[in-house]
């Protein structure tokens, strides 16, 4: 009987915990921003800002929660029913899949500037101290010397722009000769010493099992990465020629009507636009096109030409088909 | 009295090789990971597990875990009792049938609930039209870890209550006791120490599963985020010891688990003595 | 065989003289609907959805069919390695009293306590060529990270309480007259072990080990992290379904985890049907 009163006040007392602990102000609207996976610093950082602003601009307090996973994942979710009210991703794919189910507009690159992304990025490389191996550009990495790690081109959007510069780098080396291109990137993938189901994986075996010479990411990444694990044990390059990496925003416009938040999800795409905005993402070492921001931190983003995808293999429908659904090229590239 | 292996040497040897084994295969990982925790100091520590996502989502772990254990205790109860009583025909598929957690891995887990409830599922369409949110809300959490979780305690009872056979309880039923009071009596003192182990590993995996959770969870953070999932949000984003501080969390209540058995079955044997 | 054990069952209908057996399969049968076939109809559904063909150039494709040798044989090896080292660690539990005894006792389900993705995490980081154990067995020639021996030690180390858990509470109830018939007739420790501990509790161990085994083909967070995930050498069957789901391939996700799911009922069924005669022949055919 004693247990069985003390195992009652111990619900009781967990239920009003999680009760407690629920959003205090039920009044506030609240923004779900669904987002890729590393992003939880960058939006922990914007989120209070934006509420600021947008309490400046329409006199209303307002709250945004924030849902973080793998980009798929996390499209897959709303797919199925999660209530987000805009999406921030790293993959256009994953955007258009919600684009292709009603979710999202037609039109969404179009409804905000830059193709609806706020802020891109590049693939870039971290290398170790002193560079001892000489890496400079992309045929150094097929080089018999060189090992590699950067994630599954299967299960990671970051590892599709790697394996797509590459592949683009190839092409305008050999001229577009095929089986040369494709020899090229037999090496490349045959240099990668381990496969990790996302970057964060691939990050910590370059880093903290010290396996590789080389480690393919984000310029993004491999700054916060050095920023994180020592400035002086590593070494940042970013190759003469390169990969855009775009990071696509969107309003969810079902859930955004349903949860009667459309001007605020919209309000929020916009905030990331404004010069406020972009300062906040370049600092955190993304590119960003804001002009005056774009100046102030000129120093730290490294001139390079930036390959489209368009221009490497058409389209991103293209290149799920051409290279990674199975049985396609990265398949035949990989096969012993 | 005396038993098998008794003999000092041989005793010695066997808890040498076990206690040098476990502290090579499962201590030093717990070692490493309270290492990994504490690195940056108790402040560091301290500092993330006092903050409100951390504790919302220690909240939430403990939540679903305590609805989790009862729900599971009564479905091997009952289920044990079926197969190792009776005879009736397919029994052994029922028996296997309540293995299929184990066979299915756990993000198809989640992954077959939230092809059946989530909104283009079979049922989800009607939830979504009525407004009933169970994925991406804590039910939905609830209903994949029970999915998880609830071979444990039937697979903790079948091998031991077969083993034990039905003569008692028979001998009870022909001396005219009332089927409540056989259970309670005669069965309950039997089974308790693998009751008991079924909780534990219930408990156990309950707090810990991440496969099936993160599928179904949505990943709100304060409001969808297990324990599990926020760790590996941190380490995402580098938060080496944010993430294994939770990580320890976890640690800690397997611990706790099995202090609370230690402590029932130091009660138990000073009732034996008494009675 | 399967006509003996109905005719067995429906001939046995009348001796039913424990009461609970309507209560009984009402919780059951309800439970058993609705948690677990309910939702497998979704995986049914999705597997619906291809034709026989699709279906088995899905599980056929060359890659997949090098996971499943990858994963049924460090799988195997796991289970075996957990058999023994399951035993011994419940043996020593019940049977003697030493300093620490309560600790390792708590840090038999440490394994299902820590979610997979930290197991994972930890095991590399410990087995690695720069970690605490990888720097000792390295010289020695043996590397355990990104080969299969770290996808096995994955696997071993998320499915050891299994085998304890499953062993422990027989253990603790075999009555001392056992060990001392066993003994009076002169018996010594190995053989009394062999001849009368070791048949009681091959039903316990079977099935601890069957489920360890089962365990482990379905594990993914705590391998992915050491397994080095190279094409055909160490990637594991979980892997090629986390891929498909990625690519929001459903019905190949279904396809290959079906695979998995006949392979583990099919063996559980074995062990179950098994179990059952050996519990009779114990009993002197009384089940």
Redesign the interface.
């Known amino acids: 009987m004693y247990a069985l009163k003390r195992f009652h006040r111990a619900v009781v007392a967990i239920v009003l915990g999680a009760s407690l602990t629920a959003p205090a102000m039920a009044s506030d609207r609240e923004l779900l921003n669904s987002s890729y996976d590393i992003a939880r610093e960058l939006f922990s950082a914007i989120n209070p800002e934006f509420q600021e602003w947008w309490q400046a601009e329409h006199g209303e307090s307002i709250a945004v929660q924030q849902s973080h996973g793998?980009s798929?994942?996390q499209a897959?979710s709303i797919l199925q029913g999660l209530r987000a009210d805009v999406v921030t991703y790293n993959q256009v794919t994953d955007v258009q899949?919600l684009a292709d189910a009603g979710l999202v507009d037609e039109d969404w690159q179009e409804q905000f500037d830059n193709n609806a992304s706020p802020y891109y990025s590049t693939t870039a490389f971290l290398v170790r101290e002193g560079n001892p191996k000489g890496i400079e550009n992309w045929d150094d990495l097929a080089r018999d010397d060189v090992s590699l790690v950067f994630p599954?081109p299967?299960?990671s959007g970051n590892a599709r722009y790697t394996y797509l510069a590459a592949w683009g780098f190839a092409e305008e080396a050999f001229d577009g000769d095929e089986e040369q291109v494709h020899d090229f990137m037999r090496t490349f993938l045959r240099n990668v010493?381990?496969?990790?189901?996302g970057g964060r994986?691939a990050t910590?075996s370059f880093i903290?099992?010290?396996?590789g010479d080389v480690l393919i990411s984000f310029e993004s990444e491999v700054n916060n990465i050095r920023g994180e694990y020592g400035e002086d044990d590593y070494e940042v390059i970013v190759p003469p020629i390169s990969i855009l990496a775009e990071f696509p925003v969107a309003v969810v416009q079902t859930n955004a009507e349903r949860n009667g938040n459309d001007d605020l999800a919209r309000g929020y795409l916009d905030y990331l636009y404004t010069e406020e905005g972009q300062r906040l993402l370049a600092g955190f070492n993304y590119r960003v096109h804001h002009e005056a921001v774009v100046e102030e931190f000129a120093d730290q983003f490294p001139e390079t030409e930036l390959m489209r995808v368009e221009d490497i293999v058409g389209s991103w429908e293209e290149a799920?088909d051409a290279h990674?659904?199975?049985?396609a090229l990265l398949?035949q590239l990989?096969?012993? | 009295?005396?038993?098998?292996?008794d003999?000092p040497a041989?005793?010695r040897l066997?808890?040498f090789?076990?206690?040098a084994?476990?502290a090579?295969?499962?201590?030093?990982?717990?070692v490493?990971?309270f290492a990994q925790a504490f690195a940056q100091g108790i402040g560091v520590f301290w500092a993330n597990v006092n903050n409100h996502y951390t504790l919302a989502a220690i909240s939430l772990t403990l939540f679903v875990t305590v609805l989790t254990i009862p729900m599971c205790l009564?479905?091997g109860v009952?289920?044990a009792?079926?197969v190792t009583?009776?005879?009736?025909?397919g029994?052994?598929?029922?028996?296997?049938?309540?293995?299929?957690?184990?066979?299915?891995?756990?993000?198809?887990?989640g992954?077959?609930?939230?092809?059946?409830y989530g909104r283009n599922?079979?049922l989800g369409g009607w939830l979504d039209t009525h407004d009933i949110q169970l994925m991406f809300a804590w039910p939905g959490i609830l209903?994949v870890t029970?999915?998880v979780t609830?071979p444990f305690v039937a697979?903790?009872l079948?091998?031991?209550m077969?083993?034990?056979?039905?003569r008692e309880?028979?001998a009870a039923?022909t001396l005219g006791a009332?089927?409540w009071t056989?259970?309670r009596r005669v069965t309950l003192p039997?089974?308790r120490?693998?009751l008991l182990?079924g909780v534990?590993?219930t408990n156990?995996?309950a707090?810990?599963?991440?496969?099936a959770v993160s599928v179904v969870s949505g990943a709100i953070r304060g409001q969808t985020n297990t324990l599990?999932l926020h760790?590996?949000q941190l380490?995402q984003d580098y938060n080496t010891v944010g993430?294994?501080a939770s990580?320890s969390l976890?640690?800690l209540?397997?611990?706790l688990?099995?202090?609370a058995k230690?402590s029932m079955e130091w009660r138990a044997a000073r009732r034996e003595v008494h009675a | 065989m399967s006509t003996r054990?109905?005719s067995?069952?429906?001939g046995?209908?009348p001796k039913?003289?424990?009461?609970?057996?309507g209560?009984?399969?009402g919780?059951?049968l309800t439970?058993?609907s609705l948690?677990?076939?309910?939702?497998?109809?979704?995986?049914v559904?999705?597997l619906a959805d291809l034709s026989l063909a699709q279906y088995w150039a899905?599980i056929s494709?060359?890659?997949v069919v090098a996971s499943y040798i990858v994963t049924i044989g460090a799988a195997a090896v796991a289970a075996i390695v957990n058999a023994a080292?399951g035993l011994?660690?419940a043996?020593?539990?019940v049977?003697?009293e030493?300093p620490?005894k309560?600790l390792?006792?708590?840090?038999?389900?440490?394994?299902?306590?820590?979610?997979?993705?930290?197991?994972g995490?930890?095991?590399?980081?410990?087995y690695?060529?720069?970690?605490?154990?990888g720097r000792l067995l390295e010289p020695l020639g043996l590397q355990v990270?990104?080969t299969w021996v770290g996808i096995a030690l994955a696997m071993?180390?998320t499915s050891?309480?299994f085998v304890v858990?499953?062993v422990?509470?027989?253990l603790?109830?075999m009555p001392?007259e056992v060990?001392?018939a066993?003994?009076t007739l002169g018996a010594s420790?190995g053989t009394?072990?062999r001849r009368?501990?070791l048949p009681?509790l091959w039903?316990?161990l079977v099935?601890g080990t069957g489920?360890a085994f089962?365990?482990s083909?379905?594990?993914?967070?705590a391998i992915?992290?050491i397994a080095?995930?190279?094409?055909?050498e160490t990637e594991i069957t979980?892997?090629m379904?986390?891929?498909?789901?990625?690519?929001?391939?459903?019905a190949?996700?279904?396809a290959i985890?079906s695979v998995?799911?006949f392979v583990?009922?099919a063996l559980?069924?074995a062990i179950?049907?098994w179990?059952?005669r050996f519990?009779k022949r114990?009993?002197g055919g009384?089940?």
Request: proline fraction near 5%; charge should be neutral.
């Open positions: 793998g798929s994942a897959r899949v599954n299967k299960t010493a381990v496969f990790d189901t994986g910590t903290e099992r010290g396996i799920m990674f659904s199975g049985g398949d990989q096969r012993r | 009295m005396q038993r098998i292996g003999a041989v005793r066997l808890v090789l076990a206690v084994l476990s090579l295969f499962l201590l030093l990982p717990l490493a990971i009564v479905f009952a289920l009792w079926l009583r009776f005879s009736f025909p029994r052994r598929i029922l028996q296997t049938l309540i293995d299929i957690p184990f066979a299915v891995s756990p993000v198809v887990a992954l077959i609930y939230l092809l059946l599922g079979w209903m029970i999915f609830c697979r903790e079948i091998p031991l077969q083993a034990q056979g039905s309880e028979e039923v009332p089927g056989i259970f039997n089974i120490w693998a182990y534990i590993l156990a995996r707090v810990g599963e991440f496969g599990p760790l590996e380490y993430a294994f990580a976890l640690a209540i397997a611990l688990t099995l202090a230690a | 054990s109905l067995i069952g429906i046995s209908t039913r003289v424990l009461p609970g057996f209560l009984s399969l919780i059951s439970f058993v948690v677990l076939l309910l939702p497998l109809t979704g995986l559904g999705q899905i494709d060359g890659r080292f011994l660690l043996w020593v539990l049977r003697y030493f620490g309560r390792l006792d708590a840090l038999m389900d440490l394994p299902f306590a820590l979610p997979t993705a930290v197991a995490i930890t095991l590399a980081t410990l690695s060529s720069n970690g605490w154990m990270a990104y071993a180390f050891i309480p858990r499953t422990q509470p027989v603790e109830d001392v060990d001392e066993a003994l420790d009394a072990f009368v501990i009681h039903p316990a099935t489920l089962v365990r083909l379905g594990e993914f967070g992915i992290f080095g995930n190279m094409p055909y979980s892997l379904i986390f891929v498909r789901l990625q690519e929001y391939d459903y190949g996700a279904s985890a998995i799911l583990s009922l559980l069924l179950n049907i179990q059952g519990i114990l009993h009384r089940g």
